[in-house]
């Protein structure tokens, strides 16, 4: 049976959630779509029913307009003639018209300007307010973007492309209940355009709706390919489910294509420590390191204090050995970690009391001040040189941090020898600093000791 697990994990191992970029998949490209195009331009016609009014002279002004606008290479002087006959009486089709040219020619300012003044002269021109709303979205403002999409549906727009930038507009503003709504729209008008699926996807995970979010992500591969954006939606909500070990197989199927990205590995391991497969979990890690363009040392040395906290010395050493191979310069908070693992490993492998001892000098060698591993040589030595085992924790002791461990495991020493007098005053210090029932007991013990010697 799976372990019930949660998105966080234990204490030093958490996962991570992986989130594809955008809801648009290509924002590059997306308004140069064929579809998109097809849209835009038939904004360029005219709707009787619903469009401003033009007089005569306007129209005559219009019909020489669309001549320069139907020939090749003519657009800048029907910009000119619109520049010309626009003026605060004159149609809202004029200035609409100018801000199509000025949104087609990416000058989005220049047609924002324009088409705000079409709906100040027309406020039910439904065209103007969906374009108003295109090029808010175009620019970011999606806050912005939602009045003017909103308005064009209300007079009559019901077109997918609406509904799709309004569900994106509201899904970027954090409101994912419309947003859903909105996608919903956009997929039953245009069920063939896979933003408005992935949209719908997010929506869908925000709200920890996760069992319909896989059920669509399955559609998306299906229709879309084996796109990672896809594949990694779908092992978050498997994560949401508390099903890791699903998420993980995810992972494993994307990672074939070659295009998992680092965090995802990263992940990958995360999961696999957390289920105790521990050399998997090494694997995954491995593969972080080799994915990874500028490889995180640190990240590195936290995945092998993991595995080494978990006593899975075989995969913390090959990790070790793959730092070790990439010839990555540390700098010193970094080498003295990468020397305590080491020798940390040289101690689980089984009493390669040399090797551990040259590590642990090294990086009192680094560090002077490093308490825990000056404690650590008092420990190695303690057996064969009580004097210099006292030395070491003397050292340790006039750290503020380290003076309680070192003073007792100084008293300690001193007891072994037989020395009760002078390590009184070491443990009641102890004891003072850290007071523990077991160290109390210990300091009495030591007390009786001294006394029946005294």
């Known amino acids: 049976m799976m372990k019930k697990i949660g998105i966080m994990m234990v204490a030093t191992c958490s996962i991570t959630l992986v989130f594809a970029q955008g809801w648009i998949e290509q924002p590059a490209t997306f308004w140069k779509d064929e579809q998109f195009q097809k849209g835009f331009m038939g904004s360029f016609g005219v709707k009787a029913e619903i469009e401003p009014r033009i007089t005569v002279v306007e129209r005559q002004a219009m019909e020489k307009i669309l001549k320069h606008l139907s020939a090749e290479k003519e657009t800048k002087q029907a910009v000119e003639l619109l520049q010309k006959s626009i003026t605060p009486a004159s149609s809202a089709l004029f200035d609409f018209t100018l801000a199509n040219l000025y949104f087609q020619d990416d000058k989005l300012d220049e047609a924002l300007a324009c088409y705000t003044s079409a709906v100040a002269k027309f406020p ?23 009045t003017p999409l909103t308005q064009s549906l209300e007079l009559g727009d019901v077109g997918g492309m609406t509904y799709g930038l309004l569900g994106y ?16 729209q956009a997929i039953l008008f245009q069920p063939k355009t896979l933003d408005w699926k992935l949209g719908l996807c997010r929506c869908l995970f925000k709200q920890q709706k996760y069992g319909e979010a896989i059920v669509l992500c399955d559609d998306l591969i299906k229709q879309g390919g084996a796109k990672p954006d896809y594949y990694l939606l779908q092992a ?23 295009k998992t ?10 999961i696999y420590v957390n289920e105790g497969l521990y050399e998997q979990a090494g694997k995954a890690y491995q593969r972080v390191f080799e994915t990874e363009t500028n490889p995180d040392v640190s990240k590195q040395l936290r995945n092998v204090e993991v595995l080494l906290s978990r006593m899975a010395h075989k995969p913390a050493e090959q990790l070790l050995a793959a730092i070790t191979a990439k010839q990555i310069k540390l700098d010193e908070p970094q080498q003295k970690r990468f020397l305590k693992m080491k020798a940390r490993l040289a101690g689980l492998k089984g009493g390669v009391d040399n090797e551990q001892v040259k590590l642990l000098e090294e ?5 002077p001040l490093d308490g825990e591993t000056l404690i650590l040589l008092g420990q190695y030595y303690a057996a064969q040189e009580p004097e210099k085992a006292l030395f070491f924790y003397e050292r340790a ?3 503020e941090r380290f003076e309680a461990d070192a003073k007792l495991r100084q008293g300690q020493l001193l007891v072994k020898n037989g020395k009760y007098q002078e390590a009184l005053p070491l443990l009641k210090r102890a004891y003072e600093l850290n007071p523990r029932e077991e160290v109390q007991r210990y300091t009495e013990q030591v007390e009786r000791a001294a006394r029946r010697n005294g």
């Open 363 to 367: 990086i009192v060698r680094l560090d």
């Open 261 to 270: 990205p680092p965090v995802a590995l990263q992940t990958l391991g995360d």
């Open 169 to 184: 507009a509201y899904a970027s503003t954090e409101q994912h209940l419309p947003a859903e709504t909105a996608y919903r």
């Open 397 to 399: 002791a006039g750290l």
């Open 236 to 258: 978050n909500a498997y994560l949401g489910l508390k099903q890791p070990l699903q998420a993980a197989e995810i992972y494993e199927i994307l990672d074939l294509t070659g």
């Open 124 to 146: 039910t021109f439904q065209r103007a307010h969906k374009n108003l709303g295109l090029i808010y979205v175009r620019q970011g403002k999606f806050e912005e973007a939602i």
